[in-house]
């Protein structure tokens, strides 16, 4: 069975940092490019980050120089480091693979239940 677990989010205050962990079970990640995702109340999903399969990582303009991707194959786990947080980075996070905002509701098996992070000013 696929599935994708978030942890890590949580209320914290501008400057702060977060780290947050996507554990996935049912296909071999070290075959996946992983992303990162989010969606703030009123806003669409937006792509914040992704790590290929070749280790290869982007991110969106915003995050930039604050957020970094990392994978642990070993342990089926991606992680989104963030740090210096903005109250603009409030949102649910998500975890997917091969997958991407406009393939969401297609692809719903291959993205988690989403995260939580708060970011008060």
């Known amino acids: 069975e696929v599935q994708l677990v978030e942890s890590g989010g949580d209320s914290v205050q501008a400057g702060g940092s977060l780290r947050l962990s996507c554990k996935v079970s049912g296909f071999y990640l070290d075959e996946a490019d992983m992303g990162w995702y989010r969606q703030a109340p009123g806003n669409e999903c937006e792509w914040v980050s992704t790590i290929r399969h070749d280790g290869s990582t982007s991110f969106t303009d915003s995050v930039k120089g604050r957020f970094s991707i990392s994978r642990d194959n070993a342990k089926n786990t991606v992680y989104l480091q963030m740090s210096s947080l903005k109250p603009e980075d409030t949102a649910v996070y998500y975890c997917?693979?091969?997958?991407?905002?406009?393939?969401?509701?297609?692809?719903?098996?291959?993205w988690g239940q989403g995260t939580q992070v708060t970011v008060s000013s």
């Open positions: 997917a693979a091969d997958s991407n905002c406009a393939q969401r509701l297609i692809h719903s098996d291959y």
